[in-house]
Each structure stands twice: as structure tokens, then as C-alpha cells.
């Protein structure tokens, strides 16, 4: 058995020393080392095809940047449309701003701001989304699919997320589409008469034959949701993923998604069951700029 | 101010006995009895429609007759692909099993069984699946949204959640249906050359409308997730929803619209800021069950 | 394997035929049933000694009443000094009350309430607290430990969760009583320079006596803290316990003994590996009230 | 409104850097930061006395050297048994050993290792324990009081967080000090009629005193428990704190003091109306490593 080693911070430490010493240390924080250091083999493992799902809404948290950065080696993206939302709201110049949790939300909605937990946001941006789709419509209509059509708006928007997708020809998966200030915008074009069909299951095919054909597979679930389970049963048809990440939140014991240890996919055959994998508990917002602190300084 | 009144739990109690002391005590206790009250008034009030979205595995964790119980008052009812999969599962004939959370997975995976949490499903479901969806795919030509599409597997399975959503023409949403084992069954038949067009945005007028046009409205969330998230995108437009009640093990701190306090709509004007609403902390198959129990001694 | 049941909630339902159908649900509710079906064989094997442990601020939840049926059956009671405080608070004639987590503590603070997230207590029960031990004070010169001056609280207030415990002789323990209201009442007195000499130790003995001597042992943790932790050591030098439920928010990853599964005690020899024990995750004020709700109708 | 800015991680990225970026961000991340700020301005408030409260078991965790270096600037230290007791076990020449949740707890139990969640611990610690008191018992009669008994401990081992206390003359406070594996050493050597007299209520003047003489008071709070609890009622009697952290994975619905916010202290008069003050709901041994990288750029 090796001894746990305290921590011993210094100084002018480096992100990516802290996580290699939290490797020595319990709990928590050896969660976060362990995490590091699969999605270092991850990364360098040439016959693995990583799947990033990222679910909540990490853009207004300040997270656009490090999910930019983990798109640099990912062949498949599942978000949910929040993300995709607020990416655009940035595309197209609107910000989100420091908020508190502990305002008046009566005397917000007043002021036209909405509330995001910390994070503020104007609600005048949705007439900028209005301008953007209602200015584009046309461009669409040639979509048939939710990734043709989120590539499109990529195309079009010219610079975040949605655009590194489209700019790279990153798959990027988003079921629940419709379910995002994205989907308001759709349904405000449709009610007014003007057509466009997107099917709901038509990239299916692309995300399972991924699945399907990579050598090695590895995931990393950024909050679970939608994004994680897209991810999961796209593998059921595969041999399982080899490498794995999960930080979130949740918990087991209430029997979501969300909260499963990577672990219960073994059972699935979604998780090899001699994958490396971790769970780490904690937000996100927190554990990634850590974990990609470490990344940065080995690759 | 009221004291608070310490329970006392007789031989026979009820359960709507139990949550109407618990309106007398602190903590989770109180939030229970505050929600089984805020129910009580949406369930009679004549006026207001009421928007149900369940998230997670509800069906899985026994909860079936609770949810056909609560679709007896739901004008609208949103809800995950898990949910209904499992739901068509014991439709046509198969079962969820007593399971435990400790298992070895990996023997779980050798004998076919897949575990969710502490509930154990046989792998040999998804054939069962596969044959009906292969009988009965001509049935889903005529599809042109995935209400349609939910309401014609209801009307061809004759029993449990699609059913009764079917047989009530009680509108079912599900934005991110590709991402379940309905989507899989669907993705195994567009792969075998087989047609479909699902829109996946055309049904979004439907619930809009319905927030639109109700003269007041009531949200039941559980567990948060994309049911909840897509219904409180369709108050948006609306004044506002008069009554609020959400069970979930979630917080606010993550940032998450899951964990999202019911407060935080009143910025968005999703929530009325003058609203009866209340936030439960808790696991929904024990919440639910009192908060029912209560109920049907009331109304 | 076992089928999944679906709880049907029919009018005018018991609390123990609720927590009965539960044991064929999944996640926290099959976990409620399992305490109840542990804590049921727990109270009726004759040669079980049971250890209640009670952390956090039950009394102002409301819970006096539960914890007074708990110790009907508990040999062995620990607790924090804030419940023991907020239950003479009460013996003494005052009161607890229905308070609101989102009022405005700074006005609170003004009209001299104290607030324990929904529920408030008026400031001046420390007077009250302050005057019952300057009348009493000479009665407790003969104390030599925390329990026999627990009991003398008990056999001086009359009424409570401290009188039961005087006068059916069940020892209480409580190693943190100096950080409670009691505490500061004696710290008050020390400071006038009267004195007294209770001694941080000496109780130990009984306790970890009564462990060693018990032919079986039963633990129930009410949300864990000091009370968990002080049984679970006396249970070191014994056989280790033969039943176990847990009730706590808490969760294994952050490290600490409140969260800790009581499998995690197997390794330790606290507990026993062949026990019944279950851990639940939920608000005690809610999971306890159903549990004891089928207790009552099984004993 | 300052507008999020996305932090972006860099090669050789400083952890100070990525605390300073998270300022800038929203969710939890912005905590880690505002709580960096805050100890930064604790730190160099020559007014303000520091109250350092640390519950469960850092020490396994690996976190002795931050407890160290926080010690450098507090004036109080509250913690309990458990740390002290580890720091003891690894000041007498034992450690603890980098473990794992998954591994089977009987086969841990035949192995003499006792497991806390991903840590292991040798059993046989416990003789050296052992050892150390019964060679000691004599140094101990003199002491009056728990914080008497632990300088002499730390004295008397030479090492570590009770010798630093010890050493600087830093008050160390431990209410609940039987409730730990020195608790049980000294009830060994009373089971053997080896007299000790510790007073459990002396001490409390101490740090009430220091409370109520300070011009000012920082607080910061690891965990909550006990030691949060201790230094909040010692604070009850002053004009309240200036300065606050608390960092923990509990919530405030519970009702319990570990997971209440700092705010519900300004009912109570122990925050003060205007304090600078911030709740951090992350995993201690990840959130200080962080907070502490900050701190040693800035003083």
C-alpha cells in the first residue's frame, strides 16, 4: 500500500502540480488526479474516439473556452440546447453577466434580466435571436437533421462552439433540440407559417456507427442529462467504452442517469469492465479548469 | 407566529394524516405538506391547466400508477424516452425487477441483466421491442411529430403511461426521444432502409399554445432534467405559472435547471411572482407516494 | 428475481401499507421499507440492545415526539447538545415556530428571532434557559460526568426527551455538551465563578460496557455527526452490530463519518458481516415519520 | 453588470491564476474565488482574530500541511477528535495509505485495515496509540481541561497539528474529544483505574473570551459539525463575525448547522449585517488546495 502524502502547496504552484499531488492524497481530490490521468491516456491513445457530453449550462458558468479546448480531441458532441443557446447569444455579441443568487428575482424580471443561479442574463437577447434566425431562415431548409442543422447555424454564426463544430466537421448531437431557447426560435418561425423539417432520429445512425466502427472508445459526462444517456446507449451497441470520466452532483441513490456510477454501464456492456474509469463529484466548474490545468502541462 | 406541533405517529395512521402534521413541523417535513397542499388547490382549481414533467426512471422505480394516477389531472405531460421505454417494456408483457445496488456488474453483464441503480431488467427486452416495432411499423407512416408518433405506440400497446396519454388525448412531449430505447428501436429500422419523418420541432406550437391560452397554470416537476426545463420554456411566453410544486434531490448551487429553485422562474416570468409554489428536496418515490396519499384523502 | 410492484396510493391509506408497498418499488423508497423491515426485527429480538443515535436539530423540526416512541426501545441514547437544548427550551414552557428560509435575517435578527433554515425561536428563551440553571445550579454540584448531569436536566424539567431519559434510566451521552445552549448556561455560571466538575470521560465506560456486554447489538444514526460516530467506536471492542439503519443527506465521496455507508463499518468491525442494515438517504423528517408509522402498526 | 468572462486554461497555468479567472465566472467557481478574496482579507486584517473550525477527517484525507499553514494566521482552532487523533497516529510514526471505496469491507476486516471511504488505515495503529498514552499517562494529570490535555499531547508528540498548537500557543478547542480514538485511549487507561480529570465545560471561557475581546472576527469553516457549531455559539456573545468562509458539501434543507448557510448567522447576531462572507458547496480536499494556491500568491 502506498501512504497518502499531504499536500503541500507553494507559492507559485501550477495548476497541474496540485492535481499531481492530489493523486497522493483521499477522497475528493484523488478523484480529481485519477480523472487527470485517464483523460491523459485518453487523449494520447491514437485508436480512441472520445465522446464529450456536456450537459447543464455550462457557457453562462464561464466554461465556453475549456469546452473549446476539449473539442480539440473529441469526434463526438452531446449538449444540451441551453449550451447551444447561450453560445450563440455570444456568437451573435450578446454577454452574460456576474450575477448573485441572492437577488429579488421579482425586481429582475422588472429590469428584464434573468436569473441563471450567479449568472445574469438580459432578456432582450432573445429579439437578437429572433434577428438571426429570422434573417437566416432560408439557409435551413436544406437541413434534414438536428446535426446538419446545428452545423448550419455554426456556419452562419461564425465564431464560439457551434462554429468550432461546424469549422472541424465535429459531430454534434443535441436531442433535445426543441427544448432550448433555440427551439423557441424554430417554433417562432413555424407558427408564422414558414416551413422546415428536421428530423428527430435521423443522426442516429451517425452517432452509433461511431460507436461502432472506433477502435477504443472514451467518454467524459460533463453534469449527465440528456448528453450522458445519448452518449451511453450509443455504445450498447458497441464493446464498451475504455476510458471514462464523470463529474457530477448527482448522487446514485435516487436511480437517475445523472447520478449513475460509471461502474452500473458494465452491466449495460456501455463500460467495458476493465475500462478505466472515475467518478468525480463535483461541479464542474470547479474540477474542469484543474483537470484541464494538468492536461495542459502534459500534452 | 405558529408553534411548531411535534408529530406523533399513531397505530393506523394515514398518510394524509401524517403530511397534514408535517404542515405543523420544520425542515423537509413541511416542504412535504406545503406541496401536497399547493396540489390540492391546482387539482380543484377549475381554471387552471395543469403541466406535468417527470424526469429520470420513474416507471423502473414502481412509480407507473402514480403517474397514471397524476394524468387524471395533467393537461399536458412531458416527460424523458427512459420513462416511456420502460413504460412500453411492461406494456408489452415484460417486467422491471427487484434488484440491489451492490452486485457485481460485471456477472450482471454475463447473465444479461442490466441494472438501474437497485432495480434489475432483463437484456432480452430490447428484443421484445424490436418485435414490436417491426410488427407494427407501417402504423408510424402517417407520424408527423413525436406527439403523434407517442400517442400511436399508446394506441398500439393498450396499456400503462402511452396508453392512457393516448386514450385521454392528453398531449405527451418528449423533445429528446431519440435518446432512448424507442429511439434505438427507431434507429434500427431507418438503418434497415425503413422510412420515417419525425419532426422533431413540429409539436412545440401545441404546448405553447395550450401555456398560451390556459387562464392560469400549474407545473408539477419531477426530478427537473428536460421535462422540466421544456415546460417552464413554454411559460415563457405566458403570464406565468400560478402554482409550482418540484421534487427533486438537486441544488441550486450547481447551476443547473434541474436544481434551479422555483424562485428563480419569477426572473424569467415563468413563475407568477405572486404564485403558491415550493421546492422539495427529496428522493420522488417517497415524496410522491405521502404527497398522493394526501391528495386522495382530499379530493 | 422479484417483480416490480407499482405502489397504488387508494384513499385513506396507512403509512405502514405505504412503507409495505414500497418494499417492492426501487431506489429510496424500497430503502424506506428496508429500515422499517430492520428496524421492526431490530425491536423485537429480545437480546438486541439498541444504540439511537440523533444528530442535527430534530426538536425544532418537530420530531420530539418521534425520538420520545424511538427511546421506548433504545438502551442507549447519543445525541447532539443542540437537540438537548431546544428540548429543555421546551420543558421549560417555550416554544419553536413555522418560520420562512427566504425572510430577511437581518430584520430577524432586530425583532430577536433566531432561525434555523423554516423554523424560528424567539432570542429570549436564553433568559428563560439562564434562570432555570441559576435556580438549579446547586443540584448539579454532585454530577460527575455528562450523563448524570443530563439526567439531572431530565429530573428538573419535568417533561421531554432529558426527563425520559432520567426516568427510565436510559443513559444518554452526549460528548459535545459544552457545545450547546446547555453549555453556554453552565459556561455563564463558570464565568460568575460558581463551580462544577464534569469530567469530558468518565461516562465512557458505560457505554462501551454496555456494547460489550449486549448479545446483540442494533444501531440506528439519524443523521450521523457525533451521535453516529461515538456509538460506532463503542461498537469497536464488541462483535460489531447485528442491525443497522442509517438515515442521512450525506454521501460516501466527501470522506466523513455522517456520509459513510454502514457497510464502510464491516472493515472496521463495528459492524457485523452478515447484518441487516440499510442505509437511507432522505430527510429524517420525512423518512421517519413513515417508518415509524409501520412500526406502530407491526408491534 | 460586469459581463463572464470564459476562463481559459493554459500550459503552466498557476492555481492562483485559475482562482483569479474564476472570479469571473459564474456557479461554484465564483465561489472558490470569493472565498479566496475573503481569506485574503481575513489574512491581512491585523483587527481580526481568525477562528478556524475543521470537521471530519482531513488528516486521512491529506490535508495535515493545509490545516498547517492555515494554523499560521488563526487564533483559534476547533476541530474534532478524529483529526486530532489522525495527526496523532501520524505524528508517532504511523500513515495512512491510498485505498479503495470498491474494495470488499470483510475481506478489509481479516486484513486488520480499516477502511474511510477511499483510505486505508492499518488497525494496529491503535496498539501504538496504546503505547504512547500508557508511557504518557503521567504528563496528563496535571491538565484541567481539554485544551490543556491536548497542548500536552502535542507536547508530548512533537509533530504535527496538536504540536504546532502546542508550540505557537494557538488555543485548540475539541468538545467532543471522547468521541475519537484518544477518547478511547484515555477511557482504556480509566477502565484500568488510572485517574484523569478533564473538565468538559472548563475551556469555554477561553474562547468566548477571545470572541468578545476581538476588535474583529474571520471565521472560517471546513466542514461544519462540531467545530463550526463551537465557534458560531462562542460567537453569539460578540458583535458577530467580519469575515466568513464555510465550505461543504451539506445543504441548507436538512436544517442542520453543517449545511446552513453563513447568512442564517445573522439572525443569530454571530454574522455580522454587513460581513464579508461566502458559502462554497464543493469537497474541501479540491476547493482549499485551490483557495490556499491563491492566498500564498497574494501574502
Redesign the interface.
Known amino acids: 500500500?502506498?501512504?497518502?502524502?499531504?499536500?503541500?502547496?507553494?507559492?507559485?504552484?501550477?495548476?497541474?502540480e496540485?492535481v499531481e499531488?492530489?493523486g497522493?492524497?483521499?477522497?475528493?481530490?484523488?478523484?480529481?488526479s485519477e480523472a487527470a490521468v485517464i483523460l491523459e491516456k485518453m487523449w494520447k491513445d491514437k485508436d480512441c474516439k472520445v465522446f464529450l457530453g456536456v450537459?447543464?449550462?455550462m457557457v453562462?458558468?464561464?466554461?465556453?473556452?475549456?469546452i473549446l479546448?476539449l473539442l480539440d480531441r473529441a469526434e463526438v458532441f452531446v449538449t444540451t440546447g441551453?449550451n447551444l443557446t447561450h453560445d450563440l447569444i455570444e456568437a451573435i455579441g450578446e454577454?452574460?453577466?456576474?450575477?448573485n443568487?441572492?437577488?429579488n428575482?421579482?425586481r429582475?424580471?422588472k429590469e428584464g434580466?434573468?436569473?441563471?443561479?450567479?449568472?445574469?442574463m438580459k432578456?432582450v437577447v432573445y429579439e437578437k435571436l429572433e434577428d438571426f434566425f429570422e434573417k437566416n431562415w432560408k439557409a435551413f431548409q436544406g437541413c434534414r437533421n438536428?446535426r446538419e442543422f446545428l452545423w448550419k447555424i455554426g456556419e452562419l454564426s461564425g465564431k464560439g462552439i457551434l462554429w468550432k463544430c461546424y469549422e472541424k466537421k465535429i459531430p454534434i448531437f443535441c436531442?433535445?433540440?426543441?427544448?432550448?431557447?433555440i427551439?423557441?426560435m424554430?417554433?417562432g418561425r413555424?407558427?408564422g407559417g414558414k416551413k422546415?423539417?428536421?428530423?428527430?432520429?435521423?443522426d442516429?445512425?451517425e452517432i452509433?456507427d461511431i460507436a461502432w466502427t472506433a477502435k477504443k472508445r472514451g467518454v467524459i459526462y460533463i453534469?449527465g442529462?440528456?448528453p450522458k444517456?445519448?452518449i451511453q446507449?450509443s455504445l450498447?451497441f458497441s464493446k464498451g467504452a475504455d476510458y471514462g470520466i464523470q463529474i457530477t452532483?448527482?448522487?446514485?441513490?435516487?436511480?437517475?442517469?445523472?447520478g449513475?456510477p460509471l461502474?452500473?454501464?458494465?452491466?449495460?456492456?456501455k463500460m467495458k469492465?476493465n475500462a478505466s474509469f472515475v467518478d468525480v463529484?463535483?461541479?464542474?466548474?470547479?474540477?474542469l479548469?484543474?483537470i484541464?490545468?494538468y492536461l495542459?502541462?502534459k500534452v
Open positions: 500500500m502506498m501512504p497518502i502524502k499531504h499536500i503541500k502547496i507553494k507559492k507559485g504552484m501550477k495548476a497541474g496540485i499531488s492530489m497522493d492524497m483521499g477522497f475528493g481530490a484523488r478523484k480529481i450537459a447543464g449550462a453562462p458558468g464561464g466554461m465556453k473556452e475549456i479546448d441551453a454577454s452574460h453577466f456576474i450575477g443568487e441572492k437577488e428575482d421579482e429582475l424580471n434580466i434573468d436569473r441563471i443561479y450567479n449568472v445574469f432578456n438536428i436531442p433535445a433540440i426543441a427544448d432550448s431557447g427551439g423557441l424554430v417554433w413555424l407558427a422546415i423539417n428536421i428530423d428527430a432520429y435521423d442516429m445512425k452509433i453534469g442529462g440528456t444517456n445519448f446507449q450498447q452532483t448527482d448522487h446514485a441513490d435516487g436511480g437517475g442517469s445523472s449513475a461502474k452500473e454501464g458494465v452491466s449495460w456492456g469492465k463529484n463535483c461541479d464542474a466548474t470547479i474540477a479548469p484543474l484541464l490545468g495542459k502541462d
